[in-house]
């Protein structure tokens, strides 16, 4: 089986890996933090950092070929899982904004750091795209 390698033009250029993997109708979605095209990390709280690395982790999706309900599993790395649960209605509306009410199985860490300092959450996903068959 072969490997295609999937990072979309407009999110920020990777070094020393990639957005995402296709192998066969799996797509794996590396971890994803709230940068922007730029390499920086959004301003901003949890929120704003949350909206930013879900659409990260969706257009490297959408490249694959695949779409929100084609997510099978999502871990959220937190460096405050009591922030983010505090913010955790406006998360939830963000999620339904931009992927619907489809919800795959999730996991939620908390960690101690992310690669950027200024980091406060990253996302990464499995997704298997649908049987395009007619």
């Avoid at 794996?28 to 982790?57: H, K």
Wanted: glycine letters at 12%.
């Amino acid at each position: 089986m072969t490997h295609e390698i999937v990072n979309p033009a407009h999110l920020a250029k990777p070094s020393g890996f990639s957005h995402g993997t296709k192998a066969g109708n799996t797509v794996y979605l590396g971890g994803q933090t709230a940068m922007d095209a730029t390499g920086a990390i959004v301003p901003g709280g949890i929120v704003e950092q949350f909206r930013q690395c879900f659409s990260n982790v969706l257009d490297t999706l959408a490249e694959a070929g695949g779409t929100p309900e084609d997510l099978a599993s999502v871990t959220i790395y937190l460096t405050d899982i009591d922030d983010y649960q505090k913010n955790g209605r406006e998360i939830g509306r963000i999620w339904r904004e931009l992927a619907g009410t489809h919800y795959p199985a999730m996991a939620g860490v908390g960690v101690t750091g992310l690669w950027q300092k200024e980091a406060l959450i990253e996302i990464q996903g499995i997704a298997v795209l649908q049987d395009l068959r007619p």
